[in-house]
C-alpha cells in the first residue's frame, strides 16, 4: 500500500485546552508536558472505560443462573451475551463519523448516558425481554467509548507520552475482562443477579457527574452528511460476520459442525461487507465515507492492525478454551475458573504502563518481537496439557501469555495510530476496534471447531491439544508482522511509519 501522506490528508484544525493548532502541526507543536485539563480528561475517559468493559464481561457467568430465574432455556438467555456483541459490532464501525461529527463533551454524555441508563433498566428489569433492551442499550454506550479515548488520547498527548499514555489503557481493556468473571461470581455467591447492575450503576453515574462537569471539548465538530446507506449496510455486514462467527464458535463442544444458519449469516456479512468498502472507497472521492479507509494507506498501521487481529485470535484461545480445559477437563466451578485466570489479565493490565514507557525509549520492534515469541512458546505448551497437568503451572502459562500480548498490544496500538493524521484519528480507531471485535469472533469460531470436532473424535484433553496447537500455528504470523514493526512519528514527521 502507499506510505504516502494522501493529498487531502492535512484535515480540520485540532483544537487542544488553551490554543488551536492546525492538524498536519498538531504533533509537532505539542507541548512536552500534558496539561492538567488533559490529564483529567484523560483519566475520566479511562475510569469510563474501565467500567464499561468490565460490564460487558460479568454477564457470561451468570447466565446459567439467569436461565432459572428468568425462566428461559440456554438459546435464548444466550442472546444476553449475542445481542451485546452484535450491537458493538453494528455501532463501532459508525464512531469514525460519530467522533468527527460531535464534540467530545457530547459523544461522552451519549456514551455514558446510554451505558449509565442501560444500567438502570438492567437492574429493575422485570423480565427477559426487558433485560434484553438494556444489554442492547449498555452495548451503544460501550461500542463508543474505546474509540473516544484512544481519539482523545492521539488528540491531547505528546507524541514522546505516547506510549506510557497508550500503556495505561491496557488497564481498562486487560485488567477489566480478567477481573469480571470473578466479580460476578463472587457477587452471584452472596446476592441476586440485579446486584451485578446495581453495584456498577453508581460507578457510571459517577464518570458521568464528573464527565458533565470537568469534561471539555477535544477538537471542532465538523459538518457533513451522513450516508444513511452506508450505516444501513453496517448490520448485515460486520453484524452478519460477528454473528455468524460466534454461532459457529457458540457450541463450546457441544456440536461438530456449525448449523445452516450461521453459514448463511457469514457469507452474507462477506458479501455486505465487499458492498461496504466499495461504497466507503466510493465516499472517500466525493464526500465524507462513514469509515474512512485511508488510514490503510500507512504502511504501520496496516501492519499494527495485522498484527492485533492475530493476537486477538490468540487472546481468545486463552479466553475461551482455558475456562473450557478448566471446567470440563479439570472440574473446576465458574468462581474457581475465574481466580485462576485472574494473575494472568492483572499482569498484562499492569505491565502495560511499564511496556509503554519502554516502547517511548525503544521503539516496537524488540517489544513485539518478544511478545510473539513469548505467545507461541506459551501457546505451544498450552498444546500439552493433559487431565494432570498441576493448576499452578496452567496460571504460570497464562500468565505468561498474558505478557507476551501486553508486549504485543501497547506498542501496536501506539506504532499504528502514530502517523495518521488527526482527520483520521477516530477512523483509525474505529477500524481497530472493529478488527478486534471481527477478530476476536474469528479466533473463537476457528479454535473452538477445532476442539469440538476432534474432542467428538478422540476426547477433550486431544481436542484441546489441536485447538492451542492451531493457535501456536496462528502466532508464528505474529512472529513475522513483529519484525516488521518500526518506530513511527507523528503526521507532520513522515517518518517509518509513511
Do not use: C
Amino acid at each position: 500500500m502507499s506510505t504516502e501522506t494522501s493529498p487531502d490528508s492535512s484535515g480540520p484544525s485540532v483544537q487542544t485546552p488553551g490554543r488551536e493548532v492546525p492538524g498536519h502541526e498538531a504533533q509537532s507543536s505539542a507541548p512536552e508536558k500534558m496539561s492538567r485539563e488533559a490529564v483529567t480528561i484523560i483519566s475520566t475517559l479511562l475510569v469510563a472505560t474501565f467500567v464499561v468493559i468490565l460490564n460487558e464481561t460479568i454477564m457470561n457467568v451468570a447466565l446459567q443462573r439467569l436461565m432459572v430465574d428468568l425462566r428461559v432455556d440456554a438459546p435464548t438467555v444466550q442472546w444476553l451475551s449475542t445481542g451485546f456483541m452484535l450491537t458493538m459490532a453494528v455501532v463501532i464501525p459508525t464512531t469514525g463519523f460519530i467522533l468527527q461529527r460531535l464534540s467530545t463533551r457530547a459523544v461522552f454524555m451519549l456514551a455514558m448516558g446510554l451505558f449509565a441508563g442501560g444500567t438502570a433498566l438492567a437492574a429493575a428489569a422485570p423480565g427477559f425481554e426487558v433485560l434484553l433492551l438494556a444489554r442492547i442499550v449498555q452495548a451503544g454506550g460501550t461500542a463508543i467509548m474505546l474509540p473516544l479515548l484512544m481519539t482523545t488520547i492521539l488528540t491531547l498527548v505528546p507524541l514522546a507520552k505516547r506510549g506510557a499514555v497508550m500503556g495505561n489503557v491496557s488497564i481498562a481493556i486487560s485488567v477489566a475482562p480478567a477481573m469480571g468473571p470473578t466479580v460476578s461470581g463472587l457477587i452471584l455467591e452472596h446476592f441476586t443477579w440485579r446486584f451485578m447492575f446495581i453495584f456498577v450503576l453508581p460507578v457510571a453515574l459517577a464518570a458521568l457527574a464528573i464527565g458533565a462537569k470537568y469534561l471539555t471539548n477535544v477538537g471542532e465538530a465538523e459538518k457533513g452528511k451522513l450516508d444513511f446507506l452506508s450505516v444501513i449496510l453496517t448490520v448485515p455486514a460486520f453484524g452478519g460476520l460477528v454473528y455468524g462467527l460466534s454461532q459457529i464458535g457458540g457450541g463450546h463442544g457441544g456440536q461438530a459442525g456449525p448449523g445452516a444458519g450461521a453459514i448463511a449469516a457469514l457469507l452474507i456479512g462477506v458479501a455486505a461487507l465487499a458492498v461496504f468498502v466499495f461504497r466507503q472507497l466510493r465516499l472517500q472521492k466525493a464526500a465524507a465515507p462513514l469509515l474512512d479507509l485511508r488510514a490503510f494507506n500507512f504502511r504501520m498501521f496496516t501492519v499494527s492492525v495485522l498484527l492485533m487481529v492475530v493476537a486477538m485470535m490468540a487472546l481468545f484461545g486463552g479466553v475461551i478454551l482455558l475456562p473450557l480445559y478448566l471446567q470440563q477437563v479439570r472440574g473446576l466451578g465458574s468462581l474457581e475458573t475465574g481466580l485462576a485466570l485472574l494473575p494472568g489479565g492483572l499482569a498484562m493490565g499492569l505491565l502495560g504502563p511499564v511496556i509503554g514507557r519502554a516502547f517511548d525509549k525503544v521503539g516496537p520492534l524488540p517489544l513485539t518481537v518478544s511478545g510473539s515469541i513469548l505467545m507461541v512458546v506459551t501457546l505451544w505448551q498450552f498444546s500439552m496439557l493433559d487431565a494432570g497437568t498441576p493448576v499452578w503451572w496452567i496460571v504460570t502459562l497464562h500468565v505468561g501469555l498474558s505478557f507476551g500480548l501486553a508486549l504485543l498490544f501497547t506498542p501496536a496500538f501506539t506504532t499504528g495510530l502514530n502517523p495518521l493524521p488527526p482527520h483520521l484519528y477516530s477512523h483509525g480507531s474505529a477500524i481497530m476496534s472493529t478488527t478486534q471485535q471481527v477478530a476476536g469472533a474469528a479466533g473463537t469460531a476457528l479454535l473452538v471447531s477445532i476442539f469440538a470436532v476432534v474432542s467428538a473424535a478422540s476426547g477433550l484433553v486431544a481436542g484441546m491439544s489441536a485447538a492451542f496447537m492451531t493457535a501456536t500455528v496462528i502466532a508464528f504470523a505474529a512472529v513475522v508482522l513483529s519484525a516488521m514493526m518500526r518506530k513511527t512519528e507523528g503526521a507532520a514527521g513522515h517518518g517509518a511509519g509513511h
